[in-house]
T-cell receptor, first 109, second 114 residues
Framework: GQNIDQPTEMTATEGAIVQINCTYQ??????LFWYQQHAGEAPTFLSY??LDGLEEKGRFSSFLSRSKGYSYLLLKELQMKDSASYLC??????????WGAGTKLIIKP | IAGITQAPTSQILAAGRRMTLRCTQD?????MYWYRQDLGLGLRLIHY???????GKGEVPDGYSVSRANTDDFPLTLASAVPSQTSVYFC?????????????FGEGSRLTVL
């Protein structure tokens, strides 16, 4: 079966760095997405990786290793507004997205 | 403002009633999707449409139906609601020919079936 694993919850301190991991087993691979979802709101797109390596976008970076079925989202200089759930999703060979359950990130002052 | 509009934003419904959740997008995206989101679970695909006039079943289609008469609208119907359909429903769209094919989500419809 297809599976996306990510930690259920993480806690970090304002101003620090946090890394959220995602491992996947899917039928084929056509890209990996990270979305941010604040409580009670819709998910919003953060990043997309289709080739191995690091993609950097301001304070957020996302890494992919296709051979290891592994990705991480790195958030630097954490701000209170970064408190949210972070969803990892993989697009499979049928071009459908398989979603992880999300990682709830709690930022403490 | 361009985007996706869902209605209603919230609804309480008696079991056995019929309900249609509406979804409209103005981005001219070819693909549209309906997901449900339940606590502790990832987003689960109910139905999708790759282009106007076509629809397909997702991971959890039972008890739901959709139609795609035109590019902009993609309503989701619960023919006879049951309590297990209590959930938050998100409509999304994507441009499959685009750079990443990322999904754009509506604000969600919170449905409670009693």
């Amino acid at each position: 079966g297809q599976n996306i694993d990510q930690p259920t919850e993480m806690t970090a301190t304002e101003g620090a760095i946090v890394q959220i991991n995602c491992t996947y087993q899917t039928s084929g691979f056509n890209g990996l997405f990270w979305y941010q979802q604040h409580a009670g709101e819709a998910p919003t797109f953060l990043s997309y990786n289709v080739l191995d390596g690091l993609e950097e976008k301001g304070r957020f970076s996302s890494f992919l290793s296709r051979s290891k079925g592994y990705s991480y989202l790195l958030l630097k200089e954490l701000q209170m507004k970064d408190s949210a759930s972070y969803l990892c999703a993989v697009r499979d060979s049928n071009y459908q997205l398989i979603w992880g359950a999300g990682t709830k990130l709690i930022i403490k002052p | 403002i361009a985007g996706i509009t869902q209605a209603p934003t919230s609804q309480i419904l008696a079991a056995g009633r019929r309900m249609t959740l509406r979804c409209t997008q103005d981005m001219r995206h070819n693909a549209m999707y309906w997901y449900r989101q339940d606590l502790g679970l990832g987003l689960r695909l109910i139905h999708y449409s790759n282009t106007a006039g076509t629809t397909g079943k997702g991971e959890v289609p039972d008890g739901y139906s959709v139609s795609r008469a035109n590019t902009d609208d993609f309503p989701l119907t619960l023919a006879s609601a049951v309590p297990s359909q209590t959930s938050v429903y998100f409509c999304a769209s994507s441009d499959r020919a685009g750079d990443t094919g990322e999904l754009f989500f509506g604000e969600g419809s919170r449905l409670t079936v009693l």
